[in-house]
């Protein structure tokens, strides 16, 4: 008799535990899962790629990275840090500072860097560009003082 309702209390708890979840669970799950999909940061490690020039706000010239050097940039939560290997000094060119993103606007304001970035910093610290941010790349535009465009950096994440 034990033997026989252990197994109807299997039974039941099987047949309880398979039950449908509830729409609006499955509904929210779907809302949280789009909403990921399009909550792109820009925390993260990005290698420059290349850049583009541009003329009447066209790109007219591009050309890539690979044979001059190597630039990684990293973004936390609030900071940046950016660094160049060059083969011909490999301390010279690399900038810290924190970032701002908003609205299409990366603004970045650079504490220190190396020798070269230190003396560029003490004349001009803040930076802005107009930025074209995916899930895995990203334009930072430099605009000339009447808001056109005149050469992108472009980066891909690879963290």
Not at 60 to 83: A, G, L, P
Not at 147 to 154: A, F, M, R, T, V
Request: hydrophobic residues 35%.
């Amino acid at each position: 008799m034990k033997f026989k309702l252990l197994i109807l209390s299997m039974a039941v708890l099987l047949v309880y535990s398979c039950k449908d979840q509830p729409n609006s669970d499955v509904e929210t799950s779907e809302a949280e899962t789009e909403l990921k999909k399009n909550n792109i940061s820009l925390k993260g490690t990005w290698e420059l790629k290349g850049f583009y020039n541009y003329k009447d706000n066209v790109v007219v010239d591009s050309f890539s990275n690979n044979t001059i050097s190597r630039q990684i940039k990293m973004y936390s939560d609030s900071k940046v840090m950016w660094c160049k290997l060059l083969k011909s000094d490999s301390i010279e060119f690399f900038g810290y500072g924190s970032y701002n993103y908003n609205d299409g606007k990366l603004t970045e304001v650079l504490d220190f860097g190396s020798a070269f970035m230190n003396q560029v910093i003490e004349e001009n610290k803040e930076f802005n560009f107009q930025l074209e941010l995916s899930e895995d790349r990203f334009e930072q535009i430099e605009l000339d003082e009447d808001g056109n465009k005149i050469y992108s950096e472009n980066y891909v994440r690879i963290e």
